[in-house]
């Protein structure tokens, strides 16, 4: 059996929820030692099985996206996250005069997303940014 998670996080957030999403896969991977624990589970297995990447603009992202589809072609997947992947499109393309723009890019990187799911056989679960007040 292959590996069964990727996840790309990127940079821009703004909730507190968020930001300890983000601290369990980038500086704190015990959380997830603890919860895979929590069901039985080896928790160095569980993060051996992930694969992280964090993306800083919407290019890196779609660079990281040509990592994956090659990882992909060497070892097998089951999931891919792309967490809050609007945020770095409101950076990158912002106001109306870029709107256009950014929907097309966005637009390109979802059918990618779904050629890569369609590939490999693998669930792509994406979420959009969101804001706890």
Same mark, same amino acid.
């Given at each position: 059996?292959?590996?069964?998670?990727i =996840? @790309?996080?990127?940079?821009h957030?703004?909730?507190?929820?968020?930001?300890?999403?983000?601290?369990?896969?980038?500086s704190?991977?015990?959380?997830?030692?603890k919860?895979?624990?929590?069901?039985?589970?080896?928790g160095?297995?569980? =993060?051996?099985?992930?694969?992280?990447?964090?993306?800083?603009?919407?290019?890196?992202?779609?660079?990281?996206?040509?990592?994956?589809a090659?990882?992909? #072609?060497?070892? #097998?997947y089951?999931?891919?996250?792309i967490?809050? @992947?609007?945020?770095?499109?409101?950076?990158?393309?912002?106001?109306?005069g870029?709107?256009?723009?950014?929907?097309?890019?966005?637009?390109?990187?979802?059918?990618?997303? =779904?050629?890569?799911?369609e590939?490999?056989?693998?669930?792509?679960? @994406? #979420?959009?940014?969101?804001?706890?007040?």
């Amino acid at each position: 059996m292959g590996k069964w998670l990727i =996840l @790309i996080l990127n940079q821009h957030c703004n909730s507190h929820v968020k930001n300890d999403f983000v601290n369990i896969f980038s500086s704190r991977p015990e959380r997830i030692c603890k919860i895979a624990e929590r069901f039985g589970l080896d928790g160095e297995a569980v =993060l051996d099985n992930i694969t992280y990447g964090r993306a800083y603009t919407t290019e890196h992202q779609n660079q990281l996206l040509a990592l994956i589809a090659a990882k992909m #072609t060497e070892e #097998t997947y089951s999931l891919l996250i792309i967490d809050s @992947i609007m945020a770095l499109f409101r950076v990158d393309y912002s106001g109306r005069g870029e709107l256009s723009e950014r929907q097309q890019y966005l637009g390109k990187m979802l059918s990618k997303l =779904l050629k890569l799911a369609e590939q490999f056989n693998v669930a792509v679960l @994406i #979420t959009n940014q969101g804001i706890i007040f």
